[in-house]
């Protein structure tokens, strides 16, 4: 844990927390970004003989909540995602990746102050939502909810739109917070 009582990210990696069907991948970001952030909802996923069976019902519980009129089989939407990721301590936001111009500083600033940010990627069309929990500066850690692990993505990477290891190739959006109380 660090110093304000969150999961140090890098933890991620040994607990293969992974989505529970292939619509799921916003919730499941959403609900491993509030276990980051929230010693309740940590403690809850860490459990050992409910904390899977209580990770699958929360991605469902998040799924339902954010997804009242859009169809849910669509995945989540960028605005969807930020109503998820907002908490009494940070409020998010959304917006969409400016280019290769785009200088990314308030993701990075937000994950380097220890707020977790969503990233949704695509390769033509924005199809799946990882989760950047980490940031040196030059690569981002992130966390890719269908295969549960955490993976090192160069910042130039996200810029130019050549992801790998993520699943596609292309950002187009990013879940922020934008008001920390």
């Known amino acids: 844990m660090d110093q304000l009582g969150r999961l140090e990210p890098m933890k991620l990696a040994g607990m ?4 529970r069907d292939g619509v799921t991948c916003g919730p499941t970001v959403a609900v491993v970004a509030g276990a980051l952030i929230d010693p ?3 403690a809850a996923m860490t ?3 409910s904390g899977a069976e209580w990770f699958s019902a929360e991605q469902a519980r998040v799924h339902a909540e954010i997804n009242r009129i859009w169809p849910r089989r669509l995945g989540t939407t960028p605005s969807g995602m930020a109503r998820a990721l907002t908490t009494p301590r940070a409020r ?3 917006r969409i990746l400016r280019g290769r111009c785009d200088p990314l ?3 990075l600033r937000a994950v380097a102050d220890g707020w977790p940010v969503a990233m ?3 390769r033509f069309i924005p199809r799946h939502w990882v989760l950047i929990v980490e940031a040196d500066g030059s690569r981002l850690q992130c966390y890719e909810p269908s295969s549960g692990q955490v ?3 160069p ?3 996200v810029r130019r739109g050549r992801l790998t290891g993520l699943g596609y190739p292309r950002p187009f959006a990013f879940a922020l917070p934008y008001s920390n109380v």
């Open 47 to 49: 459990r050992p003989l």
């Open 120 to 122: 949704l990627i695509g």
């Open 151 to 153: 993976r090192t993505v």
């Open 105 to 107: 500083t308030d993701v």
């Open 40 to 42: 309740e909802r940590r």
């Open 92 to 94: 998010y936001r959304w």
């Open 16 to 19: 293969r927390l992974r989505q």
């Open 155 to 157: 910042v130039t990477d």
